[in-house]
């Protein structure tokens, strides 16, 4: 069993090794295999255990943010825990499946991969409306496997690696030609994907300042500095540059301050939009009786704000506190989130005037990992940009992790991402993958980027909702192959 346990810590290390900021992306598969390897020939509560353990070295390294952000390092303890028991149930029914002779190679991958996607995908939203950080698509975002993103998703990329990962693990017990064509068929799962067509024709192009203003060291009078560093980065390159942008983005939160209500902050961005003469498109907060909203709004030079996206999905615990009342009764860290962000409405998308009018995708900061939330989106728009507020997690793995998943989301729908942070990282993909350029943590950056304009929908993008319920479907059928073959084996 001490065998097995080291398999399974192996297995979780080497995924998360698979990750950004490490984004050794070869690992993804030996480290499916390790797991298959960990719980083949076991029970199925000592399956839930190893893959429990699994979990927990992939996701405790991972999260390491967590305790950047609370300064608690139980709250990375426990978040990875919580998380690894979703991997304890895949280990419990990989468990059950793993019995079979030769031949039941052939029912026993596609059944362990339906059953992994099911469950990921659970995790992906529950409990609190989940949180699909960890996917294994998104390690695999600069490997050949990620061409397959426009038609699938993170299911379909994820699929691929685990299904090779699979046939890893088994070969070595096949039979000489069966273990020959297992070999070749990873290297094809692999190698294939490079062939794909993925990115339409642009159907036109914007110069976009993409303004990275950094924060300050100290916390006083923090919000407004934020926001006066923005100011100053976009006036000195509008002042500079010989090319004048279509469009400034900001990030989540440039001003902390509701530019609405405050008069400061308000007076700062509307006579900089006003000077320069270009529309902004910016984080801000909205404070309301029982609560606040985190904002990307649009400002047009004369006009104020024009359009207004309200986060749909706050992170629980990190910007809302569930049971608050009930929970206070057993610790003040409640308070850490003094207000609770509210609910806003989606599709998460603004309109800017520039020409006939450019449709942007809005996701904010940890949104970019919900796939519906994206690709609802971004099949409206023309343009996918992700603000985000990164200052709280330091020179942790979250930044190098928020834009691998940026890079997936431009693959997947065909569209150019932008991610655009207070602190870093921010940077320009193209609908390929390809990065333009992408800036340092805590450093200030502006830049003027040309960015292509996309209007065409991929598979992926506009079968989300249909992919959800067929994974559903067939990781259900996983599951009950899984048991019945366990009840037969025990018969």
């Known amino acids: 069993m001490v065998f097995k346990i080291l ?78 028991a ?52 998104f390690a695999l975002v600069d490997s050949p496997i990620a061409h397959v993103a426009p038609y699938g998703s993170t299911a379909l990329v994820g699929a691929v690696a685990i299904a090779g990962g699979l046939l890893l693990a088994m070969t070595p017990k096949l039979s000489y030609l069966g273990a020959t064509t297992s070999a070749l068929a990873v290297i094809a799962l692999v190698i294939v994907p490079v062939f794909v067509p993925m990115g339409g024709r642009a159907d036109g192009s914007i110069n976009v300042a993409v303004v990275q203003g950094n924060v300050p060291d100290d916390a006083e009078n923090r919000a407004l500095r934020v926001t006066e560093n923005h100011v100053r980065e976009t006036r000195a390159l509008v002042e500079s540059s010989r090319i004048k942008p279509d469009l400034i983005l900001w990030p989540e939160s440039s001003s902390d301050r509701d530019i609405r209500t405050d008069r400061a ?14 529309p902004l498109v910016m984080g801000t907060q909205q404070y309301v009786d029982d609560g606040r909203y985190n904002d990307v709004v649009v400002i047009e030079p004369g006009r104020g704000i024009t359009d207004r996206y309200s986060k749909q999905h706050p992170v629980p615990f990190g910007e809302y ?49 919900y796939t519906d939330i994206v690709s609802r989106a971004a099949s409206a728009s023309q343009l996918i940009v992700i603000p985000t507020n990164n200052a709280s997690f330091g020179t942790t793995g979250l930044s190098a992790q928020q834009f691998s998943m940026t890079k997936f989301r431009a693959m997947e729908n065909g569209r150019t991402a932008v991610q655009v942070s207070t602190s870093g990282i921010s940077g320009v993909v193209d609908s390929h993958g390809r990065v333009a350029y992408e800036t340092g943590l805590f450093e200030s950056d ?46």
């Not at 199925?44 to 609370?70: E, I, K, R, S």
């Open 265 to 278: 902050a308000g007076e700062m961005v509307l006579s900089m939009v006003d000077d320069v003469g270009i």
């Open 321 to 369: 506190v569930p049971f608050r009342e009930a929970l206070r009764k057993v610790t003040d860290i409640v308070d850490l989130v003094s207000v609770d962000m509210l609910v806003g409405q989606g599709p998460a998308t603004v309109n800017v005037p520039i020409g006939e009018g450019v449709s942007i995708a809005t996701p904010i900061c940890f949104e970019v990992a």
């Open 86 to 137: 979703f991997i304890g149930v895949v280990g419990a029914l990989w468990a059950a499946l793993s019995g079979g002779n030769k031949a039941a190679v052939a029912w026993q991958v596609p059944a362990a991969t339906f059953v992994w996607l099911a469950v990921e995908q659970v995790r992906g939203t529950w409990p609190f409306g989940g949180l699909p950080w960890g996917s294994v698509g």
């Open 446 to 491: 502006a830049r003027i980027v040309s960015i292509a304009l996309h209007s065409a929908n991929t598979f992926a993008a506009t079968t989300a909702t249909q992919r959800g319920v067929l994974i559903y479907l067939l990781g259900a059928a996983g599951a009950i192959l899984a048991i019945a073959s366990r009840t037969r084996g025990r018969s």
């Open 7 to 84: 398999l399974a810590i192996a297995g979780g290390l080497s995924m998360w090794l698979s990750n950004e900021p490490m984004g050794v992306w070869a690992l993804s598969l030996p480290a499916i295999s390790l797991l298959w390897l960990a719980v083949q020939g076991r029970g199925m509560l000592a399956g839930f255990g190893l893959g429990w353990v699994w979990g927990f070295f992939f996701f405790f390294p991972l999260f390491d943010w967590a305790t950047a952000a609370t300064g608690l390092y139980v709250a990375q303890i426990a978040l990875a825990a919580l998380q690894a």
